[in-house]
């Protein structure tokens, strides 16, 4: 059981925007910033996006993030059967002084 | 480029402690602006923080794990250390070390894991 929810799914056709929710609470994501991973199955994840909604360089404009009091998005605009992968929220909590993360979600691109 | 690189046995035996190393290449383990982290993902599920290392030696662990975790820095090698004691199945993993950089200014900081080692996995197994 994550401290952070995520869907465990989701999907969307070629050229589609999609978007995944991370879910948490005020001594998580309601208090600290929010970052997302990408993964790739067999590979380590990657920083996608930092600071709630900065893009490291290289990573493209197609993907972005949010957040809003105790919840965080990742969007996809434009998405691309390489965006096939799974995706993980990840934030600190004060409460357990500790970092956490979501349970992952994973996308396919129908 | 910085480079991690987990190192260690791929096999454990129960009750046994566990025992990894991560060796950074091109940045230095006497930064101030990084932490230094284990994390690790049992096969088919998702990734589990199990705590980070600064280059003073103090620590952070995840409560679920406090009792049995020990992370410790080699700046003279670059390297940090895991080890996991009284081991079972439950701890067969891929473990992962990763950076933690700073971002932000004074006083509102934040931290983000941007370079990850490749993995190594650890079966627990008699």
């Known amino acids: 059981q994550s401290v952070l929810t995520q869907p465990p799914s989701a999907s969307g056709t070629p050229g589609q925007r999609v978007t995944i929710s991370c879910s948490g609470s005020?001594?998580?994501?309601?208090?600290?910033?929010v970052n997302w991973y990408q993964q790739f199955p067999g590979t380590a994840p990657k920083l996608l996006i930092y600071?709630?909604?900065q893009r490291p360089s290289g990573v493209p404009a197609r993907f972005s993030g949010s957040k809003s009091g105790t919840s965080a998005s990742l969007a996809i605009s434009g998405l691309q059967s390489d965006d096939e992968a799974d995706y993980y929220c990840?934030?600190?909590?004060?409460?357990?002084?500790?970092?956490?993360f979501g349970g992952g979600t994973r996308l396919t691109v129908l | 480029q910085v480079q991690l690189q987990e190192s260690g046995p791929g096999l454990v035996k129960p009750s046994q402690t566990l025992s990894l190393t991560c060796t950074v290449s091109?940045?230095?383990?006497?930064?101030?602006?990084?932490?230094w982290s284990w994390i690790r993902q049992p096969a088919g599920k998702g990734l589990e923080w199990i705590g980070r290392?600064?280059?003073?030696?103090?620590?952070n662990y995840n409560p679920s794990l406090k009792s049995r975790v020990a992370m410790s820095v080699d700046t003279s090698k670059n390297q940090f250390s895991l080890r996991l004691r009284s081991v079972t199945a439950a701890d067969t993993a891929v473990y992962y070390c990763?950076?933690?950089?700073?971002?932000?200014?004074?006083?509102?900081?934040?931290?983000?894991?941007?370079?990850w080692g490749k993995g190594t996995t650890v079966i627990v197994s008699s």
């Open positions: 600071n709630n909604n």
């Open positions: 005020s001594s998580n994501i309601g208090s600290n910033i």
């Open positions: 290392v600064y280059n003073s030696g103090s620590t």
């Open positions: 091109d940045d230095s383990l006497s930064s101030d602006d990084s932490y």
């Open positions: 990763a950076r933690e950089t700073v971002g932000g200014g004074d006083p509102w900081y934040y931290y983000y894991m941007d370079v």
């Open positions: 990840a934030t600190w909590d004060d409460s357990l002084s500790g970092r956490v």
